[in-house]
């Protein structure tokens, strides 16, 4: 009986090994196909407009059901299908511009207030603070719109003790390129030492600084420009809201032709749009971490 228990046992192992062996060589995970960049860039807006929660699909729905929604109002009020189509599509869009400019408005306001944090960090460390008690303690002593992010890092630290990965939570609720600076230098200060943290610092906190004060001015030069062109942009398709409440301005537009001038008025308007946006795009400072 104990020799065929044997057999029975060494048999058994040989097969999963063999299994083992098979599975590495034939059965591969899936591979991962990467994000398109667009996607990576709408999530981490949503991060930055503060609805870390909500990802790229939910905002398509919301795109959707607010397109829709507007354009069955004025297809109801107007009658004119190319008309409703023209607004449904500007509220379908809506949306997304709103996710982006607030983004952009909460990140031009962060870049304000990181060199102050990047001083405090400073004045902690100078204090005889470990580093993730430094950083830790801005959640209460940092700048009141920073502290949310602070206290990510604060409680992924109490919670794993881990400071590489407290630091990987920190930077994707940041989703900001000088906060991948930051995190950049303390990683590469915790992982190899030295004493040069504060000099490093101090010389971060200022080259944001001065980059703040260069990019507030350039803002503030062009916004008049900025403002003037949209101003442009939207005027002909608000003296079309107004007059589309009049029978006349339907019947005109209810045509082959009417339909024909609103969608080449729309492509005009929407590449113009474009252009403008892209003249007065300051350079984006890219991500060093995504």
Same mark, same amino acid.
């Given at each position: ?37 667009f ?18 699909g ?10 829709g ?40 306001e ?12 400073h ?57 991948? @600076?930051?995190?950049?230098?303390? $990683?590469?200060?915790?992982?190899? /030492?030295? =004493?040069? *943290?504060? +000099?490093? %610092? ?13 990019r ?7 916004s ?9 942009v ?10 589309a409440? @009049?029978?006349?301005?339907?019947? $005109?537009?209810?045509?082959?032709? /009417?339909? =024909?001038? *609103?969608? +080449?008025? %729309?492509v ?23």
């Amino acid at each position: 009986m104990s020799t065929s228990l044997a057999a029975a046992l060494c048999g058994l192992g040989i097969g999963c090994g063999l299994f083992l062996i098979w599975w590495s060589m034939w059965v591969t995970p899936p591979r991962t196909t990467p994000r398109p960049r667009f996607l990576v860039e709408l999530d981490e807006a949503l991060t930055v407009a503060g609805f870390p929660r909500a990802s790229p699909g939910h905002l398509l729905v919301v795109s959707l059901a607010t397109g829709g929604a507007v354009l069955l109002l004025a297809h109801l009020f107007t009658g004119a299908v190319s008309i409703s189509a023209c607004f449904g599509l500007f509220a379908g869009l809506a949306p997304l511009m709103i996710v982006r400019q607030r983004a952009r408005a909460r990140q031009v306001e962060r870049r304000t207030l990181w060199p102050e944090a990047i001083d405090h960090l400073h004045s902690g460390i100078r204090a005889g603070l470990s580093l993730p008690e430094a950083i830790s303690g801005l959640s209460v002593r940092g700048p009141e719109q920073l502290r949310p992010l602070f206290t990510v890092f604060a409680q992924e630290y109490r919670a794993t003790g881990s400071f590489a990965l407290s630091l990987d939570r920190f930077k994707i609720a940041c989703a900001d390129p000088v906060a991948d @600076r930051i995190v950049a230098a303390l $990683a590469v200060t915790r992982e190899v /030492g030295g =004493t040069d *943290l504060g +000099v490093m %610092l101090k010389t971060l906190s200022q080259f944001v600084r001065d980059d703040s004060r260069t990019r507030a001015e350039l803002q503030a030069r062009q916004s008049w420009t900025v403002t003037g062109a949209r101003l442009a942009v939207a005027a002909p398709w608000v003296v079309l809201a107004l007059l589309a409440s @009049r029978p006349q301005t339907t019947a $005109a537009y209810n045509t082959p032709a /009417g339909a =024909t001038l *609103l969608l +080449v008025g %729309l492509v005009v308007s929407l590449a113009a749009y474009t252009v403008m946006k892209r003249i007065g795009r300051l350079p984006a400072e890219p991500r060093v971490l995504r």
